[in-house]
């Protein structure tokens, strides 16, 4: 059983930059690939159906969705079970809750299943 805790969200302004965090507990992360997700306002679906936003593998293999890349970055430290999102250049259409679960994270894709461990969520907000 792993549990992830999402933090970090705020308000921010268009432009600015927020970092948000998952951190687990309940086991170790370094064997975990972590993805993040999104869903933004009004938006009905499925855990599994969220826009997925980036991935960091356990080596350290990274991806990102077309429409964050170069503005979103994905890290690890592993000794503080810790995934961050550092987000910059944010845009209103950034506005959203942000999930992180464990996935299985390729060059070019993220896979989730029900079988998977998620966070609850932390709202970002972007508005001047």
């Known amino acids: 059983q792993v549990l992830l805790v999402e933090s970090g969200g705020g308000l921010v302004q268009p432009g600015g930059s927020l970092r948000l965090s998952c951190t687990a507990s309940?086991?170790?992360?370094?064997?975990?690939?972590i993805g993040w997700f999104r869903q933004g306002p009004g938006e009905e679906r499925d855990r599994l159906s969220r826009?997925?936003?980036?991935?960091?593998?356990?080596?350290?293999?990274?991806y990102h969705a077309n429409n964050v890349s170069g503005r979103f970055a994905i890290s690890r430290d592993n000794a503080k079970n810790t995934v961050y999102l550092q987000m910059s250049d944010l845009r209103p259409e950034d506005a959203a809750v942000y999930y992180c679960?464990?996935?299985?994270?390729?060059?070019?894709?993220?896979?989730?299943?029900?079988?998977?461990?998620w966070g609850r969520g932390t709202q970002v907000t972007v508005s001047s």
């Open positions: 679960a464990t996935v299985i994270c390729s060059d070019s894709k993220i896979y989730v299943s029900q079988y998977d461990y």
């Open positions: 309940g086991s170790s992360l370094d064997r975990y690939a």
């Open positions: 826009e997925r936003v980036s991935c960091i593998s356990a080596n350290g293999r990274t």
